[in-house]
């Protein structure tokens, strides 16, 4: 008995799909635009900001269809998703493009060495006059002061709630750091401003009671960054220490500060960031003054925020005419900026020698 067997032919199936040139995105995108752009000027509405909009939304519909004829249907997810991703990026670098242009364009044209280097003592109008050298001083040693006083209290009280387990205590400190993370800074430079007028005398405005302010402001950030920091240490590192005997607050002085250096001074960043900027609780506790005053615990100070508010409050001087105040107000806005950003350089910088060597060497 003989038996036949029958063979089925093989269709071919297609595992693979075809693949979109690099420049198609790009092409997608100025087609795209250029449509928008037309159907636009046809309405007689046509605005640049709208076309970018819209021009945006047809790309990546059009992406999305191509890419699913030519590619199939996971190529074209992923290209979606990585449209929103780009689209969502740019969205968010919009405000502070924007915000520097503003800043730069209307700081650049008092910016210069005459105006970091002189004060506003015996300033009374004129369009060569007054500087922001006082307010400089004042601004980096309140900072400076009260990152002396916060950064020690944080960064202690992180390792107590992060190395010392979950307490009673701890869940109380856990507790008053969330509610302080939402006190207004000028409920916490009226606290400093009460606090020192029931120890020195009421109308008290020194530079050490604006420090104290910003303190109050800068102790929940800092707790909370190191916090996190000290969290992502492998429990690992800590056992091993702990094997070789060596004891636990060396282990936590020796590897665990050490290891989490770079995310702990980063946060420290973040915090002055945070306050240095702050024009409420100084106004109220150090006060200003035209002169240089570089003593914390004597006299107002003046500090760039409250320099800032003064220029622009004053308004056009003399009679309308002279628009100094608002070029010295843009002016120092401008100074600000560079001085948070040297501050946020600095910090990468000792993060940078800080963080734990990896590799061989």
Same mark, same amino acid.
């Given at each position: 008995?003989?038996?036949?067997?029958?063979?089925?032919?093989?269709?071919?199936? &297609?595992?693979?799909?075809?693949?979109?040139? %690099?420049?198609?995105? +790009?092409?997608?995108?100025?087609?795209?635009?250029?449509?928008?752009?037309?159907?636009?000027?046809? !309405?007689?509405?046509?605005?640049?900001?709208?076309?970018?909009?819209?021009?945006?939304?047809?790309?990546?519909?059009?992406?999305?269809?191509?890419?699913?004829?030519?590619?199939?249907?996971? @190529?074209?997810?992923?290209?979606?998703?990585?449209?929103?991703?780009?689209?969502?990026?740019?969205?968010?670098?919009?405000?502070?493009?924007?915000?520097?242009?503003?800043?730069?364009?209307?700081?650049? #044209?008092?910016?210069?060495?005459?105006?970091?280097?002189?004060?506003?003592?015996?300033? !009374?109008?004129?369009?060569?006059?007054?500087?922001?050298?006082?307010?400089?001083?004042?601004?980096?040693?309140?900072?400076? !002061?009260?990152?002396?006083?916060? $950064?020690?209290?944080?960064?202690?009280? @992180? $390792?107590?709630?992060?190395?010392?387990?979950?307490?009673?205590?701890?869940?109380?400190?856990?507790?008053?750091?969330?509610?302080?993370?939402?006190?207004?800074?000028? $409920?916490?430079?009226?606290?400093?401003? *009460?606090?020192?007028?029931?120890?020195?005398?009421?109308?008290?405005?020194?530079?050490?009671?604006?420090? *104290? *302010?910003? &303190?109050?402001?800068?102790?929940?950030?800092?707790?909370? &960054?190191?916090?996190?920091?000290? #969290?992502?240490?492998?429990?690992?590192?800590?056992? *091993?220490?702990?094997?070789?005997?060596?004891? #636990?607050?060396?282990?936590?002085? #020796?590897?665990?500060?050490?290891?989490?250096? @770079?995310?702990?001074?980063? /946060?420290?960043?973040?915090?002055?960031? %945070?306050?240095? /900027?702050?024009? @409420?609780?100084?106004? +109220?506790?150090?006060?200003?003054?035209?002169?240089?005053?570089?003593?914390? !615990?004597?006299?107002?100070?003046?500090?760039?925020?409250?320099?800032?508010?003064?220029?622009?409050?004053?308004?056009?001087?003399?009679? /309308?005419?002279?628009?100094?105040?608002?070029?010295?107000?843009?002016?120092?806005?401008?100074?600000?900026?560079?001085?948070?950003?040297?501050?946020?350089?600095?910090?990468?910088?000792?993060?940078?020698?800080?963080?734990?060597?990896?590799?061989?060497?």
């Amino acid at each position: 008995m003989m038996t036949t067997s029958v063979e089925t032919p093989l269709i071919p199936v &297609s595992l693979t799909h075809g693949k979109l040139p %690099r420049f198609s995105p +790009l092409g997608i995108f100025v087609v795209s635009l250029l449509v928008v752009a037309g159907l636009l000027a046809v !309405f007689g509405s046509f605005s640049v900001v709208l076309a970018v909009v819209l021009g945006t939304v047809l790309f990546a519909v059009a992406l999305v269809v191509v890419s699913r004829i030519v590619e199939g249907n996971r @190529a074209a997810k992923d290209r979606l998703a990585t449209t929103l991703m780009y689209s969502a990026f740019i969205l968010a670098l919009v405000p502070l493009v924007s915000l520097l242009w503003t800043v730069i364009s209307n700081g650049i #044209k008092r910016f210069d060495f005459y105006f970091l280097s002189t004060t506003m003592r015996g300033v !009374f109008g004129g369009m060569d006059a007054g500087g922001v050298n006082h307010a400089i001083v004042g601004t980096l040693e309140i900072t400076a !002061f009260a990152a002396l006083i916060s $950064v020690p209290i944080g960064l202690l009280t @992180a $390792v107590y709630l992060v190395e010392y387990g979950p307490t009673r205590l701890g869940r109380y400190i856990t507790f008053f750091v969330d509610v302080m993370t939402g006190i207004p800074s000028i $409920v916490a430079g009226l606290f400093a401003y *009460a606090l020192f007028a029931l120890v020195v005398g009421p109308g008290v405005r020194m530079g050490v009671v604006g420090s *104290a *302010a910003l &303190s109050v402001l800068m102790i929940p950030v800092v707790v909370r &960054s190191s916090e996190e920091m000290l #969290k992502l240490v492998p429990n690992e590192l800590r056992e *091993a220490a702990y094997a070789l005997g060596v004891p #636990k607050w060396l282990t936590i002085v #020796k590897v665990v500060l050490r290891t989490a250096a @770079a995310g702990i001074v980063t /946060g420290i960043t973040l915090s002055i960031a %945070r306050v240095i /900027g702050e024009t @409420a609780p100084l106004l +109220l506790t150090a006060g200003y003054t035209n002169s240089l005053n570089g003593d914390l !615990f004597d006299g107002r100070m003046m500090t760039l925020p409250v320099y800032v508010f003064r220029q622009y409050s004053q308004g056009l001087v003399p009679k /309308g005419i002279t628009d100094i105040n608002y070029q010295r107000a843009w002016a120092a806005a401008l100074t600000l900026i560079i001085i948070v950003m040297l501050l946020n350089l600095v910090a990468r910088l000792i993060s940078r020698f800080f963080a734990p060597r990896t590799g061989r060497r």
